[in-house]
Nanobody, 118 residues
Framework: QVQLVESGGGLVQPGGSLRLSCAAS????????MGWYRQSPGNQRELVAR???????VYADSVKGRFTISRDNAKNTVYLQMSSLRPEDTAVYYC????????????WGKGTLVTVSS
């Protein structure tokens, strides 16, 4: 089993910054990717950013140039640095891990709330 715990959410003003962390523990092994997703009320959960085991990254168009995903392998932690935050970034942010080899089971954290408001 793998456990993912997100932290770093909170209330921030438009234009501000936050850094989210996702700490992985348990039988981690290697992974195909880890990623950040978000879900706001009335909307489906959507991909924000993903980092692959080889280090390549992918971002949603809405966050390109503002958010950066990174990882610290020694700490089994993935980060999401968010800058120039907008009210529409308000959502619960979830961390996800797809293990390798992948047998159809993916792991999710419980989420951390980010609210962008003045």
């Amino acid at each position: 089993q793998v456990q993912l715990v997100e932290s770093g959410g909170g209330l921030v003003q438009p234009g501000g910054s936050l850094r989210l962390s996702c700490a992985a523990s348990g039988r981690i092994g290697s992974f195909n990717y880890m990623g950040w997703y978000r879900q706001s009320p009335g909307n489906q959960r959507e991909l924000v950013a993903r980092i692959w085991g080889g280090g390549s990254t992918v971002y949603a168009d809405s966050v390109k140039g503002r958010f950066t995903i990174s990882r610290d392998n020694a700490k089994n932690t993935v980060y999401l640095q968010m800058s120039s935050l907008r009210p529409e970034d308000t959502a619960v942010y979830y961390c996800k891990l797809q293990p390798r080899p992948y047998y159809g089971v993916e792991y999710w954290g419980k989420g951390t709330l980010v609210t962008v408001s003045s």
